[in-house]
């Protein structure tokens, strides 16, 4: 396998064996960036210059025998929705096109702790509000695996880049299935860690009861190694629950005995492509060979979890968003005859039709008369969600399901309909209503060689037992080594 496109952990192991220097290595992604990303349009900014004097740094440590971090000299590439300090942050939208933050996020303050080499910022839906990755002031992602169709979103610039190999693993965010979404895609792992696992200080808000940070990489140890690298407790992040973050890449290797896997049945009815419905029993049936008990469920709520999010999600994104009006935050028109001319202006300008769309829903669900038919139900309807799964996970460990009804579909054939594209949800978005944690792993193609993924969701702050889980399907199959020649 040639060298970009191999995992973080082999990297890693060259690495410290002296066999391959971090220049060498992140000079290798940069190369591959050059020649294949003109074709996938996953970055948005490319640190060149910043990511090889980060290289030549730990090169220099290695050579002087100092102490390193976990992630010495391997690249990784960030989302731009997580601030980086002196690295524009843009969140994929014309409002924030100059943004240039003065802090790092808490993941990144990890991230450069363990020497990591931040290599870029990738592309994704404005502010993180789509499914396909469509919805970027800066023009579209594509699908690695088919040029001409979509990596899913809203992180389908992070998802697209380790498919195609133009970094070994990256950061994205969660609001509703926008981790593993674009994971299932684009046919790498996925993980859609617990709310509170990872601190949310510097994450530029969409849904804040709704978002976290997640990783995508070419297999279940690498994201395991990840998780360990950017979890824990942060005080400056009120939502950061403080536990102790485990091993999870000491233990990842070892297989969960006894094992019961919940099946609902809700996650296996109609709009579910047959395809992937085979591709999923299929890997039902990985598991069975190795001695898992296989049981129905049923999650009752679960068919109200799209109404629920777009009622809830719009709605904190209308009050979040408040801020970018043209003086606090954000672009500012350039012409404008009053205050409140200068506000519609500048929004105007500076959204995009989808981020229109959500606040307007989101202010119509807050506004009087409304907030109690609409918003107040949805938080009800939320808490029976959550029942439902409490309820499952005393029945089983963990719960699997196909992680979208199809495979990825064309440029433009959802962008017209936003229900269909909502639909498009469906399995993933109960993960963040109820803050469980979520990971997506390969689990085959169709005949038109597209990826099709497998969805395990765990308890809160299960990461541990989930990556395991993941793990004894990627150790009896080869799904993940699998790549796209562009």
């Known amino acids: 396998m040639i060298l970009h496109e191999r995992s ?23 190369e591959a960036i050059r020649h294949r990303d003109p074709k996938v349009k996953s970055f948005l900014h490319v640190d060149e210059a910043g990511a090889l004097a980060l290289a030549a740094a730990v090169d220099a440590r290695r050579r002087r025998g100092e102490p390193l971090g976990p992630l010495a000299g391997v690249p990784v590439a960030v989302k731009d929705v997580l601030c980086t300090r002196g690295l524009r942050t843009t969140c994929g939208s014309k409002i924030l096109a100059r943004f240039v933050p003065p802090y790092d996020a808490h993941v990144i303050e990890r991230l450069r702790a363990a020497d990591a080499v931040i290599i870029g910022k990738t592309n994704m839906d404005e502010f993180a509000m789509g499914s396909s990755n469509e919805n970027s002031a800066f023009g579209p992602t594509l699908n690695p695996w088919d040029l001409e169709r979509v990596p899913g979103g809203s992180s389908g610039g992070s998802a697209a880049a380790v498919a195609a190999s133009l970094a070994p693993r990256a950061l994205g965010s969660d609001t509703g299935g926008s981790i593993g979404r674009p994971a299932s895609l684009c046919g790498i792992v996925g993980l859609k860690p617990t709310y509170g696992r990872v601190s949310r200080y510097g994450l530029v808000a969409f849904a804040s009861s709704l978002d976290q940070v997640g990783i995508f990489s070419h297999d279940v140890g690498d994201a395991a190694l990840l998780l360990e690298t950017i979890a824990g407790h942060d005080a400056r992040d009120t939502t950061s629950v403080d536990q102790p973050v485990p091993r999870y890449a000491a233990n990842v290797d070892q297989p969960v005995q006894p094992l019961t896997i919940g099946v609902a049945r809700e996650f296996f009815g109609a709009g579910l492509d047959p395809e992937v419905e085979k591709a999923v029993r299929a890997a039902l049936d990985v598991y069975r060979q190795q001695g898992a008990t296989i ?16 009622i809830v999600a719009t709605a904190e994104a209308s009050s979040n968003l408040a801020r970018y009006d043209g003086v606090h935050y954000g672009h500012r028109a350039d012409r404008f005859d009053s205050l409140i001319h200068m506000y519609s202006r500048s929004r105007g300008q500076g959204f995009g039709p989808e981020v229109k769309r959500r606040v307007l829903l989101g202010t119509f669900v807050l506004s009087s008369g409304y907030h109690d038919a609409y918003y107040v139900k949805a938080l009800k309807v939320r808490r029976l969600i959550k029942n439902d799964f409490d309820a499952a996970f005393a029945q089983c460990d963990v719960i699997m399901g196909p992680t979208t009804p199809t495979a990825a579909f064309r440029l433009g054939e959802k962008s017209a309909d936003p229900l269909q594209m909502y639909l498009s949800d469906i399995y993933t978005i109960s993960c963040n209503l109820v803050g469980l944690a979520g990971i997506s792993v390969p689990c085959g193609f169709t005949q038109a060689g597209l ?24 150790a009896a199959t080869d799904w993940h080594q699998r790549r796209p020649r562009l």
């Open 451 to 474: 990826p099709i993924g497998l969805q395990i969701l765990g308890a809160p702050f299960s990461e541990e037992k989930l990556l395991r889980v993941a793990r004894m399907h990627e």
């Open 8 to 30: 973080a952990r082999e990297l890693l192991r060259d690495l410290e064996a002296g066999a391959l220097s971090a220049v060498d290595a992140t000079t290798a992604f940069l």
């Open 295 to 310: 049981k129905e469920i049923s999650l009752p709520n679960s068919v109200h979890a799209i109404a629920v999010y777009y």
